[in-house]
């Protein structure tokens, strides 16, 4: 449904650190921020700031979920008994993307994306669903 | 996905250099949650993890999610 808009490795660089171990992620050769004033000396981030890399940087750990999508998961961990963060990697790591990734049949969170959504990924023998948050 | 589920690859995906290379390689281990028979290429999720159980490369701070969710 949606489509990728960004450079699949940016957000390496805007983390300053990669964010899936991969050796072949950007910071390593490039290890600032992307963009023209990435070089720049990086302001101290306020509370707020903090707050939204931490977003940030889960929501782009998956791929490509969409804000409006990674925004439900925190509705349904919240309205479930127990520690809202805990519950929403519970909801994040149940999807099929995830746990495709988890499997190592595949090397990145992009590529076990793909695999579910081209409908190669078969869950209970029977129909394959091709929506990687299943 | 719940616990229930079994996943396989199709016969198609069974064959990817992609998919064969990944499953091979050293630079990930599959976690304790989920169970995978490279073999057969199936896989099931065996529970739900916390965050300490996900082999996250960088730390992750759900709690300042929540708190960003929550202003």
Known sequence: MSKRE????KIDRRMGESIWGRPKSPVNKRSYGPGQHGQRRAKKLSDY????????????????????????????????????????????????DAVVYRAKFVPTPFAARQLVSHGHVKVNAAASPSRPSR | ??????????????????????????????????????????????RTPKLADVPYASQMQPHLIVEFYSR
Do not use: C, W
């Not at chain 1, 439900?72 to 963060?85: L, N, V």
């Not at chain 2, 250099?17 to 099931?44: F, G, I, N, Q």
């Open chain 1, 6 to 9: 960004n450079a699949k490795y």
């Open chain 1, 49 to 96: 700031g903090t707050q939204l890399q931490a977003k940030q940087k889960l929501k782009g750990y998956y791929g490509n979920i969409t804000e409006r999508q990674f925004r439900k998961y925190y509705t349904e961990a919240s309205r479930r008994p127990g520690d809202t963060g805990e519950n929403m990697i519970g909801l994040l790591e149940r999807r099929l």
């Open chain 2, 1 to 46: 996905m719940s616990e229930k589920d079994a996943i396989e690859l199709s016969s198609k995906a069974k064959e990817m250099a992609l998919v064969l290379e990944a499953a091979k390689s050293a630079e990930r281990d599959t976690p304790d949650y989920v169970s995978v028979d490279h073999d057969k290429m199936t896989a099931k999720l065996l």
